[in-house]
């Protein structure tokens, strides 16, 4: 590979949201742009592909869906963090995604009379997950990577690490990257790029996440000056398997499963009373947390106390047609059928509502720049997001920074120029420094370690003493960071010195987290403080933004929410 690398439009990031914007830049530009693709991993092993139960999307309003309920749902699951402008722009979008991926293919299950088949899924107030059995993702994938295989314009980078974004004068000028199999480092520059990065999920030890979503995209663009917002909002889906956390998607619950308690209650009946199974997320996840501490949850392992998610009433032809993946996974890793017995599930880190700030249209607040998916905040998932509407706002954003971008290119803009010096010391931080420093730490337990302090510090239920207590242990764990040691010594496909950086980048995002999480002194969606047990609207009906100062630590600060429709009411399910 050349030193240097020249591309019209780069897209970090080659899931959902990252393909979405690469065929739909392709398609505006008639293939006249040319894109660069990087992804650390092959692009079909990007996370996106585990994504099971389904997408949203108003595709029956004649049989009493709308777009309005959509918009409400979504905001009143919100808690009323979303900015409903936001929220509007999603709902419109989103049924034609779902026509274009039947157009390039997408093999969704259908009904009897032949419609993509939808499933409830919580918070939904009708039933609106439009699936391809439990495997929505994986199709979903395979659909836009087919259709992006159609165009000609486009370069891939697979097994290619991002490490640093570059810039000139506050615009966007390159990243440097290193490529994994050759051991090369790179610098590859663009008129514009998009961040498609993902997650942050291997924050935390007990997470559904694939063990590669590690916030390299918030932590690069939090280091290069932009602002993190509303990071303290992190999910916990109510169904992770014991012990693995691997997901048991809400499909299940969608498909008619129950959780119950060790007397065999289903206990939802005491929190949410209508939607039972079926509320959001932040609210059955507290439910099930509540039967724990309160001694009527199953003792698991390693403390991973759990609740059965019980499926045994719905029938094999059921779980067979609608949940074979949940089935198999049950099965070889547990040894245990679902059509016959109860699953241990407990709660677990899911997703990241927070993320780099970005406007309606994804761009952020540098002018050639933007995010869609996982990585950014656009404010549409506000405190809480409800199930199936991630992939879908990749779908949706990927297609609008897509269009934002080819409006942008055809303006003419031009190459920013990047600073030699810059990357030559990003390359000499990784090769000469890291690699080569001789510490007595090792990476890999503090990531682990880090993992267990945001379990045990940030989880469903935070009070400010215990998050506290966790921000000292984070900022222990950076000090020990500055002297760890890659064992690793070689540039060729050294899998140990990116997950050096990843954790690097964790450590990062864990402090970011806490700090906006303790000065978030109320309880709102996902975010459930045992020291402030109320929505404090009057304080925090606004976004949280985190800059990083010039000291290199987290600087606080507040956005408005854009209310249009619906002011704040209390929650009931
Ligand atoms: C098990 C599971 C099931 C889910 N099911 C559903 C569902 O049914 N419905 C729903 O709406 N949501 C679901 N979600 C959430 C949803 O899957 C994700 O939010 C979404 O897929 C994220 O897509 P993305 O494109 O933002 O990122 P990803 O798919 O995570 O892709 C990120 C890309 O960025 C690349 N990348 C990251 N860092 C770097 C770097 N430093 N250098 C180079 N490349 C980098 C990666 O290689 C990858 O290509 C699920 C989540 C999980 C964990």
């Known amino acids: 590979?050349?030193?240097?690398?020249?591309?019209?439009?780069?897209?970090?990031?080659?899931?959902?949201?990252?393909?979405?914007?690469?065929?739909?830049?392709?398609?505006?530009?008639?293939?006249?742009?040319?894109?660069?693709?990087?992804?650390?991993?092959?692009?079909?092993?990007?996370?996106?592909?585990c994504a099971e139960g389904g997408t949203?999307?108003?595709?029956?309003?004649?049989?009493?869906?709308?777009?309005?309920?959509?918009?409400?749902?979504?905001?009143k699951g919100s808690d009323f963090l979303a900015d409903q402008d936001v929220v509007d722009k999603f709902v419109r979008t989103m049924p034609n995604e779902i026509r274009l991926l039947e157009h390039w293919g997408l093999p969704w299950s259908r009904r009897e009379d032949g419609r993509v088949m939808q499933r409830p899924f919580g918070g939904h107030s009708f039933p609106r997950a439009c699936m391809a059995a439990d495997k929505t993702g994986f199709f979903e994938m395979q659909?836009?990577?087919?259709?992006?295989?159609?165009?000609?314009?486009?370069?891939?980078?697979?097994?290619?690490?991002?490490?640093?974004?570059?810039?000139?004068?506050?615009?966007?000028?390159?990243?440097?990257?290193?490529?994994?199999?050759?051991?090369?480092?790179?610098?590859?520059?663009?008129?514009?790029?998009?961040?498609?990065?993902?997650?942050?999920?291997?924050?935390?030890?007990?997470?559904?996440?694939?063990?590669?979503?590690?916030?390299?995209?918030?932590?690069?663009?939090?280091?290069?000056?932009?602002?993190?917002?509303d990071p303290e909002f992190l999910q916990?889906?109510?169904?992770?398997?014991?012990?693995?956390?691997?997901?048991?998607?809400?499909?299940?619950?969608?498909?008619?499963?129950y959780l119950r308690n060790t007397a065999g209650e289903r206990f939802m009946e005491k929190y949410a009373a209508k939607f039972m199974e079926l509320a959001p997320r932040d609210i059955v996840s507290r439910s099930e947390m509540t039967e724990?501490?309160?001694?009527?949850?199953?003792?698991?392992?390693?403390?991973?106390?759990?609740?059965?998610?019980?499926?045994?009433?719905?029938?094999?032809?059921?779980?067979?047609?609608?949940?074979?993946?949940?089935?198999?996974?049950?099965?070889?890793?547990?040894?245990?059928?679902?059509?016959?017995?109860?699953?241990?599930?407990?709660?677990?880190?899911?997703?990241?509502m927070g993320g780099v700030e970005a406007d309606i249209n994804g761009l952020t607040k540098v002018e050639?720049?933007?995010?869609?998916?996982?990585?950014?905040?656009?404010?549409?998932?506000?405190?809480?997001?409800?199930?199936c509407n991630s992939t879908a706002e990749c779908l949706a954003w990927g297609g609008i920074t897509g269009e934002h971008i080819a409006k942008y290119m055809a303006t003419g803009p031009k190459l920013a120029n990047f600073s030699e010096a810059e990357a030559k010391d990003e390359e000499k931080r990784i090769y000469d420094g890291l690699l080569q420093q001789k510490g007595e730490e090792n990476p890999y337990k503090i990531r682990k370690e880090l993992r267990t302090v945001m379990d045990k510090h940030a989880g469903v239920y935070r009070d400010g003493g215990s998050m506290k207590a966790g921000l000292e242990k984070v900022k222990g764990l950076q000090e020990r960071f500055a002297h760890v040691s890659?064992?690793?010594?070689?540039?060729?496909?050294?899998?140990?010195?990116?997950?050096?950086?990843?954790?690097?980048?964790?450590?990062?995002?864990?402090?970011?987290?806490?700090?906006?999480?303790?000065?978030?002194?109320?309880?709102?969606?996902?975010?459930?403080?045992?020291?402030f047990t109320t929505r404090d609207d009057e304080r925090f009906l606004q976004h949280t933004l985190v800059n990083r100062d010039a000291s290199g630590k987290p600087k606080l600060s507040y956005k408005p929410v854009t209310l249009v429709h619906w002011k704040p009411v209390e929650r009931k399910y």
């Open 1 to 49: 590979m050349e030193q240097v690398i020249t591309h019209d439009v780069l897209i970090l990031g080659t899931g959902l949201a990252g393909l979405r914007a690469a065929v739909e830049l392709s398609i505006r530009s008639g293939g006249t742009i040319d894109i660069g693709v990087v992804s650390k991993v092959q692009i079909m092993r990007s996370h996106s592909v």
């Open 56 to 75: 949203a999307a108003v595709m029956r309003p004649e049989e009493g869906d709308s777009l309005e309920l959509h918009a409400w749902d979504t905001v």
């Open 143 to 229: 659909a836009l990577y087919d259709r992006l295989l159609k165009s000609t314009n486009f370069r891939r980078y697979d097994e290619v690490f991002a490490t640093k974004i570059l810039l000139e004068n506050g615009r966007f000028a390159g990243i440097t990257v290193m490529d994994l199999p050759s051991g090369g480092f790179y610098t590859i520059r663009a008129k514009a790029l998009l961040l498609a990065s993902g997650g942050l999920g291997n924050l935390y030890g007990f997470t559904t996440y694939s063990q590669t979503v590690t916030g390299d995209g918030q932590a690069m663009a939090y280091q290069a000056g932009m602002a993190l917002e």
């Open 236 to 257: 916990f889906h109510p169904t992770g398997l014991i012990p693995s956390g691997i997901l048991m998607t809400e499909g299940c619950r969608g498909e008619g499963g």
């Open 292 to 352: 724990i501490l309160e001694g009527r949850g199953f003792e698991g392992p390693d403390g991973l106390d759990y609740i059965h998610l019980d499926m045994t009433h719905l029938g094999a032809d059921r779980i067979n047609k609608r949940l074979p993946l949940i089935r198999e996974v049950c099965m070889k890793f547990l040894g245990l059928d679902p059509i016959t017995t109860p699953v241990p599930i407990r709660p677990v880190a899911h997703y990241s």
């Open 368 to 387: 050639n720049i933007w995010a869609a998916g996982e990585v950014a905040c656009h404010s549409l998932h506000g405190a809480n997001r409800l199930g």
């Open 486 to 531: 890659v064992k690793d010594k070689g540039r060729i496909y050294n899998s140990n010195l990116m997950n050096t950086l990843e954790t690097g980048n964790l450590l990062e995002l864990a402090e970011v987290l806490l700090t906006a999480a303790l000065a978030r002194e109320e309880s709102r969606g996902g975010h459930a403080r045992t020291d």
